[in-house]
């Protein structure tokens, strides 16, 4: 496994990273997603991402409760805040309120006594940004959060909260999660260029389009019974003839490379500098076996011409 900073802070994060959403504390058998988050420790990923509305907390439970075996300073744990947790007015956004009540409820979860990145999930247009920045910024002093992040904000959001954490002294932003694989780029055109000259660093959720980048799905109608999509209707929505077909092409060059298509998904991602982390999910440990596999791949300047050609 190679390692790589977050964004412009010191701390390093595994090239692959293993994240909960839509799998652990949800469709995910339980010995399964135990079985998983110890096959990535034991495979040297060392980044954790949770959030408090996956599964309603279920995942940061089962989550919090595996990785008690593990030292904490061994490992960099990322949670997450905005979405609806309840029916109350409080219980959802960025305001001091809705922050510091799901933060509490989170360590509690995930049972540890701090978080080593704490995202606003989303952006709150309805919340003033000076309140949820200088909240984040009491909890860091606090040392209960030692990293903030974003999750979904767009580079003008972004540098909108660096300049007022500027103003007023506030720990920066350093990491935005955002989804990023072969047929959602769209952070290439904006995002990247900001975040490199701000020092934020990207976690990249959904590298592998929801699953579809592994080659698993060969029709629009048949999926395989233990995947995402025969479960998970809103999954079946990139899974087109068109995309199959690029799919199918991907998965000859990455044969050409030793690879399978979803590890050369992987390598792909990671040929982005700006990228700190591709976070992916697991069903299964194997699939984090062959996931980590891609970690530390340079996919040559040719090869990376043609995959433009056929995403293109």
């Known amino acids: 496994m190679k390692y790589r900073r977050l964004g412009a802070s010191g701390v390093k994060v595994s090239e692959i990273s293993l994240g909960s959403w839509l799998t652990y504390g949800g ?27 996956y599964e309603q907390g279920a995942a940061e439970t089962l989550l919090g409760e595996t990785i008690q075996a593990f030292p904490r300073s061994t490992y960099v744990l990322a949670t997450k805040a905005f979405g609806k947790m309840g029916d109350g007015p409080n219980d959802k956004g960025l305001s001091r309120k809705h922050l510091t009540d799901q933060f509490h ?95 934020v660093g990207q976690v990249v959720f959904s590298p592998l389009a929801q699953g579809l980048l592994t080659g698993k799905y060969n029709s629009v109608t048949d999926f395989p019974q233990d995947s995402r999509a025969a479960k998970l209707e809103g999954v079946r929505k990139g899974i087109t003839e068109s995309n199959i077909a690029k799919v199918q092409q991907l998965s000859k060059i990455a044969a050409e490379l030793n690879l399978s298509v979803g590890q050369l998904a992987l390598a792909w991602i990671l040929r982005q500098p700006n990228v700190s982390s591709a976070l992916v999910g697991a069903s299964r440990p194997e699939q984090v076996t062959q996931n980590v596999q891609a970690s530390g791949v340079t996919i040559p300047e040719d090869v990376l011409i043609r995959i433009e050609e056929i995403l293109a």
Request: aromatic share 12%; with cysteine; net charge negative.
């Open 27 to 53: 469709y995910v058998e339980r010995e399964n997603a135990v079985k998983a988050i110890y096959t990535a420790y034991d495979q040297g990923i060392n980044f954790f991402d949770t959030a408090n509305v």
């Open 105 to 199: 409820a989170s360590l509690k979860r995930l049972a540890v006594d701090y978080v080593d990145i704490m995202y606003c999930h989303r952006h709150d247009p309805e919340t003033p940004l000076y309140e949820t920045l200088r909240t984040l910024d009491d909890l860091v002093r606090q040392g209960k959060v030692l990293y903030v992040g974003v999750s979904e904000w767009t580079p003008s959001q972004i540098a909108e909260a660096h300049a007022i954490a500027d103003r007023y002294l506030l720990d920066r932003i350093v990491v935005n999660q955002p989804v990023y694989n072969m047929f959602n780029r769209y952070i290439e055109q904006e995002i990247i260029p900001y975040s490199e000259r701000s020092g």
